[in-house]
């Protein structure tokens, strides 16, 4: 510490043509060479000419110069580090004499001939046979930058102005959305139930339309009501994850220092949130008059779980097929799979135990026991098209941040501006919520009763457009060109899309849900 060392030699070695090959084609496609404790990227090496010659060359960066930030304390007079800065050069090291790890001393780089690397003027070429000699200089520099300070060098938002465009453009799809609701139920709703409540004769009833006509078979059971029920109480462990997450993070307990902090926050809090996954399908379930409860249980604990866990496998295998670094070890694989069946399972067989001991949740009206017939719709309120449509305002109130989220994930940049990433959350909730509840009214009064699976699907199809903008994103903004890079981006955001069509789709049915239950018991029925 405080020493300056420099023109210090890390080794020489000799390239042979597999090695050339290699990194001829990862300086071709950016690789970086990540420092993990210090939490920096620098270029594995360039292309360039030589002057007066057109063909094309591959340069390494073999020397590094590490300049170490420190700030005194004046009290102890005692110093922390609180950065770093590497600049990677390009040198083609010579020497005399015969070659000695500790004594050679180099003619391209000698401090005590005063002789420094500060250019890459005559540079390292990759070429088969060739020594390659590796260096590096490390040099002190006291700064005023405290200790409490030293993350806002990568935590220093630039473009916050972009965010608040994102907040102000989500919240203008909010108040549209509120505007709509408020108007349906001040106003239409109100002026329903007082005409619904104050017909007197059958003839009356006979020629009213609506909504109130469904009443009979609002609350039918739709078809695969086992799989709605798995996909609600996965949904809410989803929204139960992500909330708490995003609170702590908000609240400062996952700092950037503690490297892998959230992805671990979040897979724990995923496991624990299993009890009301449980809880919330055996509710569901019961309602429906179910009775296996333990057959819900098993399928809401191992279906979202094991398709994604079967993804990544796959995703992992191809990663240890490129013999990467980056593959998760089998360890890490056993690990996951301990939490999963060792907390996540239990914790759901223990929810849905107590959920199902809960007496049912009754409907506000009874059910017709023969299905009424649905009235042929409108074009416009065909299922496909409404759901379509009910998914591009929630993706609208997300996609300028989203932006940013990809660039963190693929493009090594940071993102821990979770102050406006809760904000984007909670309206995102609320976009949901008002766009399925508006097209779930329109729906009830053209008479069509089966709303439980539109209502998740409406929000849930903004997933649909998640991906998409995920090809968008691959296509315009990075440069990968091998197959397994792409299969990779797409397998994770395919994994991701799915993730949030389940998120998104439970918030609109529990709001559709309320929806319904409060219209349905503020009338007099028969």
């Known amino acids: 510490m405080g020493e300056p060392k420099m023109c210090q030699i890390i080794c020489k070695t000799k390239i042979d043509d597999k090695q050339t090959k290699e990194l001829k084609e990862k300086i071709e496609d950016e690789y970086r060479v990540n420092m993990i404790g210090v939490l920096l990227f620098t270029r594995l090496g360039v292309k360039g000419q030589y002057a007066g010659n057109k063909d094309e060359k591959s340069f390494i960066h073999n020397h590094l110069t590490f300049l170490v930030k420190y700030h005194k304390d004046e009290t102890t007079d005692l110093s922390r580090i609180v950065g770093f800065e590497v600049k990677p050069f390009s040198i083609n090291h010579q020497f005399e004499g015969p070659w000695n790890d500790k004594t050679t001393r180099l003619i391209t780089c000698d401090p005590h001939a005063s002789k420094l690397v500060v250019n890459s003027d005559t540079p390292q070429e990759v070429e088969a046979g060739k020594e390659i000699i590796f260096t590096y200089d490390v040099g002190f520099e006291e700064s005023d930058v405290k200790w409490a300070s030293r993350w806002d060098t990568y935590l220093l938002m630039t473009d916050d102005q972009i965010h608040w465009f994102s907040i102000v453009n989500s919240l203008m799809i909010v108040l549209f959305l509120s505007g709509m609701v408020a108007m349906i139920m001040l106003r239409t709703l109100y002026r329903d139930i007082s005409r619904y409540n104050q017909l007197e004769t059958e003839e009356e009833a006979q020629e009213e339309t609506g909504w109130k006509l469904v009443h009979g078979d609002v609350f039918r059971p739709p078809a695969n009501s086992d799989l709605l029920c798995v996909c609600v109480g996965t949904g809410v462990q989803f929204f139960g994850m992500l909330l708490v997450t995003m609170i702590f993070a908000v609240l400062g307990f996952l700092s950037p220092s503690n490297r892998g902090g959230l992805m671990t926050a979040m897979l724990l809090t995923w496991v624990l949130m299993g009890l009301f996954a449980g809880y919330a399908s055996s509710r569901l379930y019961k309602m429906f008059k179910g009775s296996e409860w333990k057959s819900i249980t098993l399928r809401t604990a191992f279906l979202f779980p094991g398709i994604a866990f079967g993804i990544f496998f796959i995703l992992n295998a191809l990663i240890w097929g490129e013999k990467s670094s980056g593959a998760v070890p089998f360890t890490t694989m056993f690990a996951l799979v301990l939490l999963w069946f060792g907390i996540s399972v239990p914790l759901v067989f223990v929810g849905s135990y107590l959920g199902f001991k809960q007496p049912a949740i009754e409907a506000p009206v009874k059910t017709n026991k023969i299905p009424r017939q649905v009235p042929e719709q409108a074009w416009y309120m065909n299922p496909a098209f409404t759901i379509l449509i009910g998914g591009i305002l929630p993706f609208g109130a997300v996609f300028i941040e989203l932006f940013f989220i990809l660039t963190s994930i693929w493009l090594h940049q ?39 699976w539109r209502s998740y699907l409406t929000s849930g199809s903004s997933a649909i457009y998640l991906f998409l903008y995920a090809g968008f994103y691959f296509f315009t903004k990075l440069q990968i060109t ?25 918030i609109g049915f529990c709001a559709c849900f309320w929806f319904t239950r409060l219209i349905y018991s503020s009338v007099k029925i028969d």
Not at 431 to 437: D, G, P, V, Y
Not at 488 to 500: D, E, T
């Open 414 to 452: 940071f993102y821990y501006i979770f102050g406006f990433l809760f904000l984007v959350f909670i309206i995102l909730i609320i976009t949901c919520a008002e766009i399925t509840i508006v097209l779930c009214y329109f729906q009830l009064c053209s008479e069509d009763y089966m709303w439980w």
């Open 482 to 506: 091998k197959v397994v890079s792409g299969i990779l981006y797409f397998g994770y955001m395919l994994l991701a899309s799915f993730a949030f069509c389940v998120l998104t789709g439970t």
